[in-house]
């Protein structure tokens, strides 16, 4: 049977004030135990002094010949009656001379045992939890001392003072009670606590067990709500980010196979119906290099969609290795712009900067360095406007090289600032720009950046420009410290 977090949670707090009460409760009832035995015992000793000195006056008062029993008894009754017990004088034999017992006094008709005589004769006082010698039926607190005339030298006699236990035991039950029931009452409130604290605590908890259902069934709308600052509040933020990344990613996702499903649709559409009209001569044999052509463009432009995509996996299964060399940036922009010679041509593109940009020498993989300079380009050539420019500069911040590419057009928006790096994001969802593309140029560009450890930035005005700046380690030379630096020999 499963048990939920919120049974467990209040079982355990619930035995741990139990134990606690109890373990509390056996001390207390110890405690007070001794704490009234050596009470009432001291106020016996205290009593029996009293009565011993007396005993001794009154005995010295008639010369040392006898002892007043009246006059003595009555002083033993003032003293006993504040203890609530019984005060005997026995002589050296045992017998039980004087008592306040006012019934059938039982130290009379027993004779007290001489063991207990000889304890007194050894300790000069005598204590005892018990029942005297078999004397008493029940437990009595008794304390006794001897009679010493002629200075200590004489024992004539011994004086006992007993007080029934069940008065303190009585007394004692009592506390207990009233300790039982505070404690009750304790429990009650403190599982009350227990219990709405607790599911407080397990509200949360509860919520994400079934957002997390909910994210299993492919539905990311639901969220936790639970804004305390403690640990379960952090947790319930950090589960709301993740459910939002899920979100997010989600449709990119159902984008993402939008996109390629479109990309791949219409290519293989395009060359199955131009290789059928061949097949059946629908198309004239004039017009068959024209349309071959047409199923030429179409199968480069697949095989682009799926080399990107391999890319991509390669870089995050951390398949691709670098191989560090010292490398002419500048150079590399100037290559990679012939390739878009005819499309800067038919947009009318001026190009600005090239005449001023210094050489720079920067350290990566050449071929992973010229890819993310073709990428840019072709991101910046595909959404620059008629008539527009592309302009380039380099600049060194510290040992950071940092090139500039930037277009003019329609620019980017912020809130798609935050995304463009994204896996398949793509800017121009009406396909009107981007044709050929699925989303994955510029991450492609910032995975391999940071293979390097570098780093890409973007800043754009809406309707005026957009600029990338791609930051790369200068070149330092190739020693082991230097590309360890770069961190050229992390482990890919």
């Given at each position: 049977?499963?048990?939920?977090?919120?049974?467990?949670?209040?079982?355990?707090?619930?035995?741990?004030?139990?134990?606690?009460?109890?373990?509390?409760?056996?001390?207390?009832g110890v405690l007070l135990s001794r704490h009234v035995r050596t009470e009432r015992q001291d106020m016996l000793s205290k009593n029996v002094s009293k009565a011993a000195a007396f005993t001794v006056f009154n005995y010295e008062e008639n010369s040392g010949k006898y002892i007043d029993q009246r006059i003595v008894r009555q002083f033993y009754l003032s003293m006993s009656e504040t203890v609530s017990g019984v005060m005997f004088f026995a002589d050296v034999d045992g017998n039980t001379l004087i008592?306040?017992?006012?019934?059938?006094?039982?130290?009379?008709?027993?004779?007290?045992?001489?063991?207990?005589?000889?304890?007194?004769?050894?300790?000069?006082?005598?204590?005892?939890?018990?029942?005297?010698?078999?004397?008493?039926?029940?437990?009595?607190?008794?304390?006794?001392?001897?009679?010493?005339?002629?200075?200590?030298?004489?024992?004539?006699?011994?004086?006992?003072?007993?007080?029934?236990?069940?008065?303190?035991?009585?007394?004692?039950?009592?506390?207990?009670?009233?300790?039982?029931?505070?404690?009750?009452?304790?429990?009650?409130?403190?599982?009350?606590?227990?219990?709405?604290?607790?599911?407080?605590?397990?509200?949360?908890?509860?919520?994400?067990s079934k957002a997390a259902k909910s994210f299993g069934r492919g539905d990311f709308t639901v969220r936790v709500n639970y804004h305390s600052k403690d640990e379960v509040g952090e947790l319930a933020t950090s589960f709301n980010q993740m459910a939002d990344s899920l979100s997010e990613l989600e449709n990119t996702r159902k984008n993402f196979i939008a996109n390629v499903s479109h990309e791949l649709k219409t290519p293989m559409t395009t060359i199955g119906g131009f290789i059928d009209g061949i097949?059946?001569?629908?198309?004239?044999?004039?017009?068959?290099?024209?349309?071959?052509?047409?199923?030429?463009?179409?199968?480069?432009?697949?095989?682009?969609?799926?080399?990107?995509?391999?890319?991509?996996?390669?870089?995050?299964?951390?398949?691709?290795?670098?191989?560090?060399?010292?490398?002419?940036?500048?150079?590399?922009?100037?290559?990679?712009?012939?390739?878009?010679?005819?499309?800067?041509?038919?947009?009318?593109?001026?190009?600005?900067?090239?005449?001023?940009?210094?050489?720079?020498?920067?350290?990566?993989?050449?071929?992973?360095?010229?890819?993310?300079?073709?990428?840019?380009?072709?991101?910046?050539?595909?959404?620059?406007?008629?008539?527009?420019?592309?302009?380039?500069?380099?600049?060194?911040?510290?040992?950071?090289?940092?090139?500039?590419?930037?277009?003019?057009?329609?620019?980017?928006?912020?809130?798609?600032?935050?995304?463009?790096?994204?896996?398949?994001?793509?800017?121009?969802?009406?396909?009107?720009?981007?044709?050929?593309?699925?989303?994955?140029?510029?991450?492609?560009?910032?995975?391999?950046?940071?293979?390097?450890?570098?780093?890409?930035?973007?800043?754009?005005?809406?309707?005026?420009?957009?600029?990338?700046?791609?930051?790369?380690?200068?070149?330092?030379?190739?020693?082991?410290?230097?590309?360890?630096?770069?961190?050229?020999?992390?482990?890919?």
């Amino acid at each position: 049977m499963r048990k939920s977090l919120f049974v467990k949670y209040f079982t355990v707090c619930t035995i741990i004030i139990l134990s606690s009460l109890i373990f509390l409760g056996s001390v207390f009832g110890v405690l007070l135990s001794r704490h009234v035995r050596t009470e009432r015992q001291d106020m016996l000793s205290k009593n029996v002094s009293k009565a011993a000195a007396f005993t001794v006056f009154n005995y010295e008062e008639n010369s040392g010949k006898y002892i007043d029993q009246r006059i003595v008894r009555q002083f033993y009754l003032s003293m006993s009656e504040t203890v609530s017990g019984v005060m005997f004088f026995a002589d050296v034999d045992g017998n039980t001379l004087i008592c306040t017992d006012n019934g059938l006094c039982q130290h009379e008709t027993n004779k007290i045992s001489k063991n207990v005589l000889s304890s007194i004769e050894t300790n000069e006082q005598y204590q005892e939890y018990g029942k005297f010698g078999g004397i008493y039926s029940s437990m009595h607190y008794t304390v006794g001392q001897p009679i010493k005339i002629d200075n200590g030298t004489k024992v004539i006699g011994y004086l006992f003072c007993s007080v029934s236990a069940d008065t303190i035991s009585r007394l004692i039950a009592d506390v207990v009670k009233m300790f039982l029931v505070a404690c009750l009452f304790s429990i009650l409130i403190s599982c009350l606590i227990i219990y709405v604290t607790t599911n407080i605590l397990s509200r949360p908890l509860k919520q994400m067990s079934k957002a997390a259902k909910s994210f299993g069934r492919g539905d990311f709308t639901v969220r936790v709500n639970y804004h305390s600052k403690d640990e379960v509040g952090e947790l319930a933020t950090s589960f709301n980010q993740m459910a939002d990344s899920l979100s997010e990613l989600e449709n990119t996702r159902k984008n993402f196979i939008a996109n390629v499903s479109h990309e791949l649709k219409t290519p293989m559409t395009t060359i199955g119906g131009f290789i059928d009209g061949i097949l059946d001569g629908t198309i004239p044999k004039e017009n068959e290099q024209q349309y071959l052509k047409l199923v030429s463009d179409e199968i480069k432009r697949l095989s682009r969609l799926v080399r990107a995509m391999l890319n991509v996996a390669k870089i995050e299964a951390g398949d691709t290795k670098i191989n560090a060399t010292e490398i002419d940036i500048r150079d590399i922009v100037i290559t990679t712009l012939f390739n878009f010679e005819n499309t800067i041509e038919e947009k009318q593109i001026d190009v600005r900067g090239l005449a001023e940009m210094e050489k720079v020498s920067v350290l990566g993989d050449k071929d992973l360095i010229h890819q993310v300079v073709y990428n840019l380009i072709d991101n910046a050539v595909k959404f620059c406007n008629q008539n527009g420019y592309l302009e380039f500069s380099a600049t060194k911040e510290g040992k950071i090289a940092n090139i500039h590419i930037k277009n003019s057009g329609n620019g980017i928006s912020r809130e798609e600032i935050n995304h463009i790096f994204d896996r398949f994001y793509k800017t121009d969802k009406s396909r009107s720009l981007d044709k050929n593309g699925v989303g994955l140029g510029l991450h492609i560009v910032k995975s391999i950046l940071d293979m390097h450890g570098g780093k890409i930035t973007v800043g754009s005005v809406e309707g005026e420009y957009t600029e990338f700046i791609i930051g790369l380690p200068i070149y330092l030379g190739l020693d082991e410290k230097t590309a360890h630096e770069h961190r050229f020999f992390k482990k890919q």
